[in-house]
């Protein structure tokens, strides 16, 4: 089984930046695609941006030219740059990876974009 732990989260104020890490371990971390989702309270969870094997990535249209999410193979490990943070990208954020048939799902962290 693969398991993913997110960390990074914390609260900053509108314009700061925060780079979210999502470690994967337990087996051999091959994923086919890798994204970060996030739930503000109320809300659903929404896709942020999603990574595939082939390294191209598409990002929801809240977050483009702030938000970069990006892989590191040897470190089993994908990221999400965030920069120019809003109040409104305030959630729990979620780490994912599709691996053949299989998903899963990270415990998630929490970010609070607020003055």
């Known amino acids: 089984q693969v398991q993913l732990v997110e960390s990074g989260g914390g609260s900053v104020q509108p314009g700061g930046s925060l780079r979210l890490s999502c470690a994967a371990s337990?087996?051999?971390?091959?994923?086919?695609?890798m994204s970060w989702y996030r739930q503000a309270p109320e809300k659903q969870r929404e896709l942020v941006a999603i990574?595939?094997?082939?390294?191209?990535?598409t990002y929801a249209d809240s977050v483009k030219g702030r938000f970069t999410i990006s892989r590191n193979n040897a470190k089993n490990t994908v990221y999400l740059q965030m920069n120019s943070l809003k109040p409104e990208d305030t959630g729990y954020y979620y780490c994912?990876?599709?691996?053949?048939?299989?998903?899963?799902w990270g415990q998630g962290t929490q970010v609070t974009v607020s003055s």
């Open positions: 990574l595939t094997i082939s390294m191209l990535a």
């Open positions: 337990g087996s051999i971390f091959n994923p086919d695609a």
């Open positions: 994912n990876a599709v691996v053949g048939r299989l998903n899963y």
